[in-house]
């Protein structure tokens, strides 16, 4: 199985991520869930994760990150995910499962040195955890298989030139595109493909498990924020792109391009610079997504919570 460690800020789209990688059929071994200030602040991104692993019976630590980025002020996207985080389901506010005693970055590090098998990290929300990992002990880097992140575009959510991950930590992020490490990155390019749409919802609902029911109640309150900030007729379940990707790497398509992270620009701060026709000349250092195979994407999601059914 191949290793990979979920660094995330549930997050409905990060909570169906997790759902998805830890699937029955799924080919990952999550060694850890780590969390990271984002779409909310870092307790409830915690909280949710935690809720997450109860709801789905997944025993893996989860570990408490960085609860600001690295320079800046702190924001959150509370308009897309409520108040908790994780509206729609009714969860518990204080979780059964406890998070363990040690900083994220200390269990990334721990983990990837530690490991005979190269580790891929998934990262979710801000490049915090991630870039601070990298900057502290930078022999990981040769233990990292791929780093997976969903974040960036040729187009922002959350100005018009960039995307809220990326916005939120652009130090963060230019640390970890600088890295060298192998990285396959999903903008919104790709994951606005991605639509939770009424007939996936349907097939969702189908499902006779109460995972599946639990994944349904996170798209239908993702698709009403959806509806009313962007007036989307569905929500993108942008982070699950990683998981889906990771278990099937044949429904998307890349492009290997250079990208360079915008950090102080005035109208494009946190924008992801991607080279697509190479004029900078500068070498590749991302596998873009540029396209996927919505078909396939839905009917292998379909078949992910069923497995939870038939387990
Ligand atoms: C990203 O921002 C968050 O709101 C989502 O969880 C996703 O990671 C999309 O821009
Ligand atoms: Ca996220």
Same mark, same amino acid.
């Given at each position: 199985k191949r290793k990979v460690i979920l660094d995330c800020d549930p997050g409905h789209d990060d909570a169906i991520s997790i759902i998805l990688a830890a699937s029955?059929?799924?080919? =990952?071994?999550?060694?850890a869930i780590t969390t990271v200030a984002g779409n909310i602040d870092l307790e409830k991104c915690t909280y949710n994760a935690l809720n997450v692993c109860e709801m789905i019976g997944l025993d893996v630590p989860v570990a408490m990150g960085a609860e600001k980025p690295l320079l800046g002020k702190k924001v959150t996207a509370g308009d897309f995910h409520g108040e908790s985080g994780l509206d729609g389901p009714e969860l518990p506010s204080v979780p059964v499962r406890k998070p363990v005693d040690q900083h994220a970055v200390d269990l990334i590090i721990e983990k990837v040195l530690e490991s005979e098998q190269k580790i891929t990290l998934v990262p979710t929300g801000p490049l915090t955890n991630i870039a601070l990992a990298l900057m502290k002990e930078p022999k990981i880097k040769e233990n990292v298989e791929e780093i997976v992140l969903m974040g960036g575009g040729?187009?922002?959510?959350?100005t018009p030139a960039a995307e809220f991950n990326i916005w939120v930590d652009a130090e963060a992020a230019e640390v970890v595109f600088e890295s060298g490490v192998p990285i396959a990155m999903f903008g919104l390019d790709v994951t606005h493909l991605a639509l939770a749409d009424r007939e996936v919802m349907d097939r969702v609902a189908a499902v006779d498990h109460p995972v599946a029911h639990f994944v349904f109640e996170l798209l239908e309150f993702f698709s009403k924020t959806y509806k009313d900030v962007f007036n989307f007729e569905a929500g993108p379940i942008h982070d699950a792109c990683t998981a889906m990707y990771l278990m099937n790497p044949d429904l998307f398509e890349f492009k290997h391009v250079h990208v360079d992270i915008e950090t102080k620009g005035e109208y494009t701060k946190g924008m992801t610079s991607v080279d697509l026709l190479g004029v900078t000349k500068k070498p590749p250092n991302v596998h873009f997504?540029? #396209? =996927? #195979?919505?078909h396939s994407f839905w009917d292998r999601f379909e078949e992910a919570l069923k497995s939870y059914a038939e387990a």
């Open positions: 029955k059929e799924s080919p =990952l071994q999550i060694e040729t187009f922002g959510n959350w997504a540029v #396209h =996927l #195979h919505q």
